[in-house]
């Protein structure tokens, strides 16, 4: 069992920068890829960002990419979403999510563990 815990999230001017944080519970983190998904009201959950294991592989949703770096530090069992030039359309709560395998997924039903989410107002 994995417990994600997001932080990090609040409220930015457009143009402002966030970093959300993800802390991950148990020694299987390292093998365990992870991702970000948004959602806003009213939305689906969409996919934004992932990366596998290792931390060589990442892959982004179009409307975040070259805005949003994720990144992880297995030491610290902690991913992170760099989040820059933010628009009033990345307003949405933040979810953390694990799935058991070492490889990437945009695949919501994917991922086996979720947090319970950080929320990111963007005002313009």
């Known amino acids: 069992q994995v417990q994600l815990v997001e932080s990090g999230g609040g409220l930015v001017q457009a143009g402002g920068s966030l970093r959300l944080s993800c802390a991950a519970s148990?020694?299987?983190?390292?093998?365990?890829?992870m991702g970000w998904f948004r959602q806003a009201p009213g939305k689906e959950r969409e996919f934004v960002a992932t990366i596998s294991s290792d931390g060589g592989v990442t892959y982004y949703a179009d409307s975040v990419k070259g805005r949003f770096t994720i990144s992880r530090d297995n030491a610290k069992n902690t991913v992170y979403l760099q989040m820059n030039s933010l628009k009033p359309e990345d307003t949405a709560v933040y979810y953390c999510?694990?799935?058991?395998?070492?490889?990437?997924?945009?695949?919501?039903?994917?991922?086996?563990?979720w947090g319970q989410g950080t929320q990111v107002t963007v005002s313009s």
């Open positions: 148990g020694r299987t983190f390292s093998s365990y890829a």
């Open positions: 999510a694990a799935r058991r395998s070492v490889y990437i997924s945009r695949v919501r039903t994917q991922y086996d563990y």
